[in-house]
């Protein structure tokens, strides 16, 4: 099993819902990477977890907030967001942080705030 | 400038051509990765690289580390190639993150 499985696909949420976005992998991966995409941009690193501990926080809001549960689980809980904050959300996974090792992405959840 | 610089930034050809992308970056790495994303979906990776040269079917990647440069080949170019191809490169000073390319998108016409 070589998959990074995100769910839901998309998500449309008005600014004062709450959401969480899931993602998995059985890869035995210890380092979890969240990133936003914007249309046409490369991914933007939000989040790193390395062995279920947030390693880094690129300063992004606190209407983000990153969850790792177990090595396998990593969440993104959203709440109060803006419009501005319509993207694709990539989930990526790799057996360690830094050095020679692949990463793994999802295929993404499309974010809409409305 | 950007640490990680690809071109072209975009990319059209007839079928059957034979495509380079070319990706150089300023860093010192551990790692190259050539990544593949279609339109509004997850990415692919295509290539892990630190040294020489990858093939995979119709996909050559080619890094030369004393010139921090690589490139990607497609030959025998399909429209079903049409992507988006991203270097990214994993800095070899510690960082835990990888460095992204602006992408090429490269599309095959019929």
């Known amino acids: 099993d070589t998959e990074v499985t995100q769910t839901p696909k998309h998500l449309v949420m008005g600014m004062t819902n709450k959401k969480s976005l899931k993602c998995e992998q059985h890869m035995g991966h210890r380092a979890m990477y969240w990133y936003k995409q914007k249309a046409k941009k490369p991914p933007e690193l939000m989040f790193v977890?390395?062995?279920?501990?947030?390693?880094i926080n690129e300063s992004v809001p606190s209407r983000f907030s990153p969850e790792c549960p177990n090595s396998s689980l990593l969440n993104l809980h959203l709440h109060a967001l803006q419009p501005e904050d319509s993207a694709l959300y990539l989930c990526?996974?790799?057996?360690?942080?830094?050095?020679?090792?692949?990463?793994?992405f999802g295929q993404g959840t499309r974010l809409t705030v409305v | 400038k950007n640490e990680v610089e690809q071109s072209p930034q975009n990319l059209t050809a007839q079928e059957g051509e034979f495509i380079t992308i070319n990706c150089s970056y300023s860093v010192g790495i551990s790692a190259l990765h050539w990544l593949q994303q279609h339109p509004g979906g997850g990415i692919v990776s295509l290539f892990m690289l630190s040294s020489g040269k990858k093939k995979h079917g119709r996909l050559i990647a080619t890094i030369n580390i004393q010139e921090k440069h690589s490139s990607l080949h497609i030959t025998a170019s399909h429209p079903r190639d049409s992507a988006v191809y991203i270097c990214a490169v994993q800095s070899n000073q510690g960082a835990q993150k990888l460095v992204f390319g602006q992408g090429t998108r490269l599309t095959i016409n019929p």
């Open positions: 977890y390395s062995y279920e501990k947030l390693s």
């Open positions: 990526a996974s790799s057996q360690r942080t830094g050095g020679y090792t692949e990463a793994f």
